[in-house]
C-alpha cells in the first residue's frame, strides 16, 4: 500500500507561481514513476507531469516552459514548481503512482489561478 499526501495548493494571481509536494509512504518510492495530473470542473482528469525512477521528465503541452517535476528520494517526495499561471490551470491537482498492478492517488490540492 502506497499513500500519497498532497500539499502547497491555493489561490494566486494569473502569472505567479506555485509549488505542490507530495508526500509518499514506504520504502520503496525511489523505484516509483510519479505522476501529477489535474482535473478542472467539468473535464476529464488530464496527466501534468511524469518523472520516472531515473528522473526522466515528461510535461504535457499546456505546460511545457512553465511547470517543472522533481523528486527528493531521500525524502520521499515529489514536487510540481508551477510558474506563469494561467486561469485555464485551475483544478485539483492529484499526486499518483502505479506499483504492482494498482493505482495509488492522493487526495488531491486545489490550485485557483485569479484575480
Known amino acids: 500500500q502506497v499513500q500519497l499526501v498532497e500539499s502547497g495548493g491555493g489561490l494566486v494571481q494569473p502569472g505567479g507561481s506555485l509549488r505542490l509536494s507530495c508526500a509518499a509512504s514506504g520504502s520503496m518510492f525511489s523505484i516509483y514513476t510519479m505522476n501529477w495530473y489535474r482535473q478542472a470542473p467539468g473535464k476529464q482528469r488530464e496527466l501534468v507531469a511524469t518523472?520516472?525512477?531515473?528522473?526522466?521528465?515528461n510535461y504535457v503541452d499546456s505546460v511545457k516552459g512553465r511547470f517543472t517535476i522533481s523528486r527528493d528520494n531521500a525524502n520521499n517526495t515529489v514536487s510540481l514548481q508551477m510558474n506563469s499561471l494561467k486561469p485555464e490551470d485551475t483544478a485539483v491537482y492529484y499526486c499518483?503512482?502505479?506499483?504492482?498492478?494498482?493505482?495509488?492517488w492522493g487526495q488531491g490540492t486545489q490550485v485557483t489561478v485569479s484575480s
Open positions: 518523472i520516472t525512477s531515473g528522473g526522466t521528465t
Open positions: 499518483n503512482t502505479n506499483f504492482i498492478g494498482t493505482t495509488f
